[in-house]
């Protein structure tokens, strides 16, 4: 038998996709493919990295980081993005219309590492917690967000001084930077660490 390129790519999808099968339906398997194929399949169908891809685009950080806080692209789905960037000369009630470059760039950024464009845990827990067709302009409208957020008082959040709101997500979670909204990270002003009963 004659080994040639496409044998040869034809057993690497095959030893690939036997180790994504084995990822997937059993953690007890070993996965005896090298790392970088391992590192770049694990999870992807499950959802496995957990919290959301931190922020890398130093244009959005920039601009839209220099107003409040710069949520991660996976913390919305594409609509929602789509639309806030359609609308930046009331976004919010402040005017944050920018030059058609740096928005296209924006725009192109967000929509690529949207919630459903990737396999980030929380990502993954936001897309499906939507009904059909909805479209939320801010993350606490997200059924998952309500869910997580829904044991904390008013005088936790809007009537502490520190945080105001739940869109100021690094008031609390001090790694959400990062994109790690993990409940024993949470330290709430004025309350201390949070304890989930």
């Not at 180790?19 to 391992?38: A, H, L, M, W, Y």
Request: aromatic letters at 10%; one cysteine or more.
């Amino acid at each position: 038998m004659k080994f040639n390129l496409k044998s040869a790519s034809l057993l690497i999808l095959t030893i690939t996709l036997v180790g994504i099968s084995t990822t997937t339906f059993s953690r007890d398997v070993k996965i005896t493919v090298n790392e970088e194929t391992q590192s770049l399949f694990s999870g992807w169908f499950s959802g496995d990295k957990s919290g959301v891809a931190a922020v890398n685009n130093p244009l959005y950080l920039d601009e839209c980081g220099s107003c409040h806080f710069a949520y991660q692209p996976g913390l919305l789905p594409i609509a929602s993005w789509e639309k806030i960037m359609s609308s930046l000369d009331n976004h919010f009630g402040e005017n944050a219309e920018l030059a058609d470059e740096e928005r296209a760039q924006i725009r192109n950024y967000l929509l690529d590492s949207a919630a459903g464009r990737t396999n980030r845990k929380i990502s993954v827990k936001f897309i499906r917690s939507l009904r059909d067709g909805q479209v939320p302009l801010r993350i606490s409208e997200i059924p998952y967000f309500i869910h997580e957020h829904d044991e904390l008082s008013r005088k936790m959040v809007q009537d502490n001084p520190e945080v105001k709101s739940f869109s100021r997500c690094d008031a609390c979670h001090s790694d959400a930077d990062k994109g790690i909204f993990d409940e024993d990270a949470i330290n709430i002003p004025g309350f201390g660490r949070w304890e989930d009963d």
